[in-house]
Antibody
Framework: EVQLVETGGGLVQPGKSLKLTCATS????????MHWVRQSPEKQLEWVAQ??????????YYAESVKGRFTISRDDSKSSVYLQMNSLKEEDTAIYYC?????WGQGVMVTVSS | DIQMTQSPSVLSASVGDRVTLNCKAS??????LNWYQQKLGEAPKLLIY???NLQTGIPSRFSGSGSGTDYTLTISSLQPEDVATYFC?????????FGSGTKLEIK
């Protein structure tokens, strides 16, 4: 059974950092292209970042809204993907989902507020 | 960036109706179009990938079609459990983008 479990969310002040972790199982993680997608309180879905597999040189891509502040990475030995979020803004408040597009985690809430 | 425009934003239909949801891209996305269903309090679920491929386990009443910039999700016979918001998503070019969703209700 495919599973994706996100952790690391919480309440953080503007300008601070947070790191999300997505632990996966049930598929060959090392071959998978992984994404982070977020959903705002207004329920709009926004693609955040993607990381490809080792065979694609771990290429990464970002939404303009997070470029330079967020970093996606992966550890194939742990079947995990990460999202390092720096210089957080109130508009980053959302549920963050880890996904390989066909399968999604349950999401983790990130609230940026003073 | 490719803009994805979904219509209508809200659709109310009766059980058994044939329902059509639309998604229009601001440029050609070469059929790299997925449809997701999201029920209240749940993560999105993939229904259709690459325009017309039914994801494993999804009922056959769901189907997709389209090309170029215009895409459609059809539910052949609406069921009560289909109440949800439906999002289209293009993965043809970065940044990848979602439509704003169609909320499907039962009359």
């Amino acid at each position: 059974e495919v599973q994706l479990v996100e952790t690391g969310g919480g309440l953080v002040q503007p300008g601070k950092s947070l790191k999300l972790t997505c632990a996966t199982s049930g598929f060959t993680f090392s071959n998978a292209w992984m994404h982070w997608v977020r959903q705002s309180p207004e329920k709009q879905l926004e693609w955040v970042a993607q990381i490809k597999a080792k065979s694609n040189n771990y290429a990464t891509y970002y939404a303009e809204s997070v470029k330079g502040r967020f970093t996606i990475s992966r550890d194939d030995s742990k079947s995990s993907v990460y999202l390092q979020m720096n210089s957080l803004k109130e508009e980053d408040t959302a549920i963050y989902y880890c996904t390989r597009l066909g399968y999604w985690g349950q999401g983790v809430m990130v609230t940026v507020s003073s | 960036d490719i803009q994805m425009t979904q219509s209508p934003s809200v659709l109310s239909a009766s059980v058994g109706d044939r329902v059509t949801l639309n998604c229009k891209a601001s440029q050609n996305i070469n059929k790299y179009l997925n449809w997701y269903q999201q029920k209240l309090g749940e993560a999105p679920k993939l229904l259709i990938y690459n325009t017309n491929n039914l994801q494993t386990g999804i009922p056959s009443r769901f189907s997709g079609s389209g090309s170029g910039t215009d895409y459609t999700l059809t539910i052949s016979s609406l069921q009560p459990e289909d109440v949800a918001t439906y999002f289209c998503f293009q993965h043809n070019s970065w940044p990848l983008t979602f439509g704003s969703g169609t909320k499907l209700e039962i009359k």
